[in-house]
């Protein structure tokens, strides 16, 4: 059964256990929840390895390697089994739901937002490989939903999870097999995206409040993101943009705030930001005033930045 962790300690044995299957991550507990649930453990079958993980963390990010290391030597196909998250490459947003597949580069610097609690399967694959397979087609993405080619994906990952199938099963070949089989398949699966998307002005409210939402995950660094800039970027009206926002008892300007002193807070606990100033911080998610910020941070997390980083500490 997956375990329930109650402090930071399990905390941090859950990071480490993530650390031990998946390779060099950085994680970050979640402002939203006080119970701390995760579990991670591998499956190797004729050599191919997979991770199954249970989390509701904030955060897990990486760094970008110099892609020829063994702790970079993967890429990961992702299957999200339940929960919805957020993968985060350059300036690029993957939102996965429930059967959502896609593939991450382990040698780029890339963010995992748990939006709740999620489970998903992630499948390691030589990244020389894929790389050999794609050429220079960026190994990052998410597949197209209703392909056969995801299909079949969906059903093989699922398979190899079944009771039967316990670590080291398989013969020498059954893995290499599997492996070439999940890369063709999502290089398919890539390439049956339909990139086209249509006029803001002409989707729904609810479609329409994912985009703003959406370009406003992507845009928090930006000084200049406000009202304006969604309304200029969306090609709707400030007035349309205010009414939708007002529909959901929401102020667009807190919304964007809130989810900047979110991320600053993330960037608080992690071990591997400890170098960074608070101000630094700060101003890389978009506040240009350090008492302003220590003001707004203060009221809505009840601590002042620098005592809540100690507290995490």
């Known amino acids: 059964m997956p375990a329930m962790f109650h402090s930071c ?14 390779g060099n991550f950085s994680t970050a507990l979640s402002d939203r929840h006080r119970l701390f649930i995760g579990s991670v453990h591998g499956q190797d079958v004729g050599g191919l390895e997979l991770a199954y993980i249970r989390t509701n963390a904030g955060l897990i990010s990486r760094r970008r390697t110099q892609g020829d290391g063994d702790d ?43 939006q709740g609690l999620v489970q998903n399967i992630s499948v390691h694959l030589s990244r020389q490989e894929v790389r050999q397979h794609f050429g220079e087609n960026p190994l990052f993405g998410k597949l197209a939903r209703n ?20 670590d080291g099963y398989g013969g020498e070949r059954d893995g290499p097999a599997l492996e070439q089989a999940l890369i063709g398949l999502a290089a398919a699966g890539l390439d049956a995206r339909t990139e086209s998307q249509p006029g803001f002005a002409c989707v729904g409210h609810d479609d329409l409040y994912g985009l703003a939402t959406r370009l ?18 969306l090609n709707v009206s400030v007035r349309q943009l205010y009414r939708l926002f007002e529909q959901r008892q929401e102020s667009i300007s807190r919304y964007i705030q809130q989810r900047r002193l979110e991320r600053i807070a993330q960037d608080l606990r992690a071990h591997d930001l400890r170098h960074e100033s608070i101000t630094q911080i ?6 240009i005033d350090a008492a302003h910020f220590s003001r ?10 620098r005592d809540f980083r100690h507290q995490v500490a």
């Open 282 to 287: 700060a101003f890389k998610w978009g506040f």
């Open 216 to 233: 406003i995950e992507t845009s928090l660094h930006e000084t200049a993101l406000g009202p304006d800039y969604l309304a200029r970027h």
């Open 147 to 166: 392909s056969v080619a995801t299909h079949t994906i969906r059903a093989l990952i699922r398979s190899l999870g079944d009771v039967e199938l316990s």
């Open 296 to 305: 707004a941070f203060k009221r809505y997390f009840q601590h002042a930045p």
């Open 9 to 22: 300690s399990e905390f941090t044995h859950w990071d480490r256990d993530l650390r031990a299957v998946c």
């Open 72 to 114: 970079d030597r993967h890429c990961f196909l992702i299957l999200q089994s339940s929960g919805y998250e957020r993968i985060r490459h350059q300036d690029r947003v993957l939102e996965l739901g429930p059967g959502d597949l896609a593939l991450v580069d382990s040698a780029r610097a890339f963010e995992i937002e748990p």
